[in-house]
């Protein structure tokens, strides 16, 4: 993209890449890099309550391997599909305070600079999706991720560089917000 873009632009451009990844590597140093930006993000008393797990292509079998046992025998071939062609990878975890608001407020900071993530990366060309599959809650896949008691995972990135046409098509729309907004 050009410097020229706008960050109005980038946030209408913007959108989930599900699928039509390329088959091109996501570096780690890549996503720490646009991290460094991203944990810019407004955060209550400036907890800054999160943590990342990092799953390169290479590490992409064993990162499924940590899932399978999360489901049905007999779903374990379309999970397996689910995640073949992802280049990579980011499980985000949050400090899970036990007082709601606390909670409350480190979700939505992690939440903002998820937000932000997503759009340095797409101004790089690299598409992102949030996902927050049922096995993220098991006590099992938290062992395989070190996920430690006072943690909770919110979602799992998957990136990857894109096929730019098939995201072109997507038809993207929103409401007015003028429709949703009264006046008090």
Not at 56 to 66: H, K, L, N, P, W
Not at 72 to 78: A, L, P, T, V
Not at 159 to 176: L, P, T
Request: glycine share 4%; net charge neutral; charged share 30%.
């Amino acid at each position: 993209m050009l410097a020229t873009t706008s960050i109005a632009q980038i946030i209408r451009e913007r959108t989930s890449v599900k699928n039509g990844y390329i088959d091109k590597e996501v570096s780690q140093d890549l996503v720490l890099s646009l991290l460094k930006d991203a944990v810019w993000a407004p955060n209550h008393k400036l907890r800054e309550p999160w943590r990342f797990i990092f799953v390169s292509g290479e590490r992409r079998e064993a990162f499924v391997e940590a899932i399978l046992p999360c489901h049905e025998k007999s779903k374990h071939e379309s999970v397996r599909n689910k995640f073949q062609n992802v280049p990579a990878f980011l499980v985000v975890v949050i400090e899970d305070d036990p007082r709601q608001k606390q909670a409350e407020e480190n979700f939505a900071a992690a939440s903002c600079m998820i937000q932000n993530l997503q759009l340095l990366a797409w101004e790089q060309d690299l598409g992102m999706v949030w996902k927050t599959p049922q096995h993220i809650r098991d006590p099992l896949f938290r062992e395989a991720l070190n996920v430690q008691p006072g943690e909770k995972i919110i979602g799992v990135l998957n990136i990857g560089y894109f096929d730019k046409e098939i995201i072109a098509q997507k038809v993207r729309k929103r409401i007015d917000p003028a429709e949703k907004m009264t006046a008090f």
